[in-house]
């Protein structure tokens, strides 16, 4: 089976190698495992961009009012478990997306593009692209799962799905196959810029400080490290693509699968900053980094751990 380079960036431990197939098992499970931490803060992220949709500019009840009080109006809805609503659609979107996404990113390292100028943006783009299509219906429900509350709370439009197969289900009946794919125009957009801004990012600022010295060479805080700075390049780049993502997904649609708010990523980015104004772009970006910050920080901390690991086996196999 063929090798790839565990790290695209320079550096002793970039002498460890996995196959691209065990990247594939090992990106899937270290977003898997991120995800559970993480997923509370998702449910507060969507609700507080879905706020204010389907009403005029200005004239909205605000039921959600910053991260803190958020979860607390979350819990007091829908109960302490409401907090992890949606997790096993959230679980299914991350294994799928981060399973094609590394398995890919693997490949292009594996044929020596991350070497290249910009190689690793171009590859982590299009490796997103490629994981974000593959995993858009598990993130379709996901959305519409966490969206789900008592009336007196709920904001955008409401889905009455039970659970993920429910929901899976319903769509099939309803749309069709192509129903499952409500919404991944947003979605590619959004998965691409925030994975080009990790794997490139990650990769980068794990070598700068390595460079530095300021911490042991193999040692697990380089990832942590690395994956913190990565962290901001990815909600800076992805929290507008995020909001209109999770329109996109939630929002009802026609007879004819047709969107009944938004025609699509352009025209919900538009009537977004007419209606709501260009922070609305930025809704929930506390709540976002607090739910894209720490997922990418574990993901890409779990992954370099989880690749070292599985290095080091084969060597020793071997």
Not at 240 to 258: C, E, K, M
Request: aromatic content about 8%; some cysteine.
């Amino acid at each position: 089976m063929p090798l790839t380079r565990a790290q695209p960036a320079p550096g002793p431990e970039a002498m460890e190698t996995v196959a691209p197939a065990v990247d594939l098992v090992l990106g899937a499970s270290a977003c898997c495992l991120a995800c559970v931490f993480t997923n509370p803060l998702e449910v507060v992220k969507t609700r507080l961009q879905l706020q204010g949709e389907l009403q005029a500019r200005g004239t909205y009840p605000r039921h959600y009012r910053g991260f803190v009080a958020s979860v607390v109006a979350v819990a007091r809805a829908d109960g302490l478990c409401g907090l992890q609503k949606g997790l096993a659609a959230g679980l299914l979107y991350q294994g799928l997306m981060n399973g094609v996404r590394f398995y890919c990113y693997s490949l292009a390292c594996q044929a020596g593009l991350a070497q290249q100028p910009g190689g690793t943006v171009v590859a982590g783009a299009v490796a997103g692209a490629l994981g974000a299509f593959v995993g858009s219906p598990a993130y379709l429900v996901k959305t519409q799962l966490q969206a789900q509350t008592v009336a007196a709370m709920a904001v955008g439009h409401q889905h009455p799905h039970q659970n993920v197969l429910d929901a899976l289900g319903t769509i099939w009946r309803q749309r069709g196959l192509v129903g499952l794919w409500q919404g991944v125009g947003g979605a590619v957009p959004r998965v691409m810029v925030g994975s080009a801004a990790q794997l490139a990012t990650f990769a980068s600022a794990k070598a700068w400080v390595q460079e530095q010295q300021w911490l042991p060479e193999d040692s697990w805080l380089v990832a942590l490290a690395g994956g913190m700075i990565s962290s901001v390049a990815v909600v800076t780049v992805m929290t507008p693509f995020d909001v209109v993502s999770t329109r996109l997904y939630n929002q009802p649609v026609d007879g004819a699968g047709r969107g009944r708010l938004y025609g699509g990523l352009a025209d919900c980015l538009v009537k977004i900053w007419r209606q709501e104004g260009p922070l609305a772009l930025y809704k929930g970006l506390g709540p976002t980094y607090l739910r894209l910050g720490p997922h990418t920080i574990l993901s890409m901390l779990f992954w370099d751990e989880l690749r070292k690991l599985a290095g080091r086996a084969q060597h020793q196999g071997s």
